[in-house]
């Protein structure tokens, strides 16, 4: 089962900055957050990930409580092509033979 | 960074017949792949994951003479849909990892059976 929750959908306008939330309320300590989006009908692409620090990369934000149960996505200024589905995935450290359990995450629509 | 191809991308079959979709790690070594299955409006489900030289794991509920997984050499992971029924026709995705690289994605193939 999937370890996070976040919202079934949600809108933004094209331009505005896109916050996508999730809950890891039974993160463990050794455990990393990941988002991965898919755009329809495409394989999952990495987006950013994190373990407690906020982390920033060319394509969006990753805001991390202080606590670790919950972080956000930011998407600094949305374009039409950021519309997909968003998957907040907790993990051990990146690599090896973990599985990644997908939930059903947010389906963002960034509107004209 | 990482990338995985996949392919085919589409593939119509005829009921009865079997279906190989093929997955490479093109830039790295990938030690463990993985096979998801994906209905429509619903998320990925894993189906197995497959180390190199090893017999591929199954998750629950999975066929493992149904879908059978070779994954023979370290760039290189085949899925192949056996006695393929339209019940079978998925969005199939696979993804490869190495210790040390943030996991990577095919870009999926669309199985239709007819």
């Known amino acids: 089962d999937a370890k996070t929750t976040q919202p079934t959908s949600m809108d933004c306008a094209e331009g505005r900055a896109a916050n996508l939330p999730c809950n890891h309320s039974t993160i463990s300590g050794n455990e990393y957050v990941y988002w991965y989006r898919q755009i329809h009908s495409q394989g999952p692409q990495y987006i950013i990930h994190g373990l407690k620090n906020n982390e920033t990369n060319e394509m969006a934000s990753l805001i991390i409580t202080e606590d670790r149960k919950s972080s956000t996505l930011i998407l600094p200024h949305a374009t039409l092509r950021d519309t997909a589905v968003y998957y907040c995935?907790?993990?051990?450290?990146?690599?090896?033979?973990?599985?990644?359990?997908f939930g059903k995450g947010t389906k963002l629509t960034v509107n004209p | 960074g990482a990338v995985v191809s996949q392919h085919p991308s589409r593939v119509i079959c005829k009921s009865g017949t079997s279906v190989k979709i093929e997955c490479r790690s093109l830039?790295?070594?990938?030690?463990?792949m993985f096979w998801y299955r994906q209905f429509p409006k619903q998320s990925l489900m894993l189906m197995a994951t497959?180390?190199?030289?090893?017999?591929?794991?199954?998750e629950q509920g999975v066929e493992k003479d149904k879908f059978l997984i070779n994954h023979a050499s370290l760039t290189l992971s085949t899925l192949t849909v056996t006695s393929a029924h339209p019940e079978d026709s998925s969005f199939y995705i696979c993804?490869?990892?190495?210790?040390?690289?943030?996991?990577?994605f095919g870009s999926g193939t669309r199985l239709t059976v007819v």
């Open positions: 830039d790295f070594q990938a030690t463990t």
């Open positions: 497959s180390n190199e030289g090893s017999k591929a794991t199954y």
């Open positions: 995935i907790v993990n051990p450290p990146r690599g090896g033979s973990e599985k990644l359990v």
């Open positions: 993804s490869a990892s190495r210790q040390g690289l943030v996991r990577a």
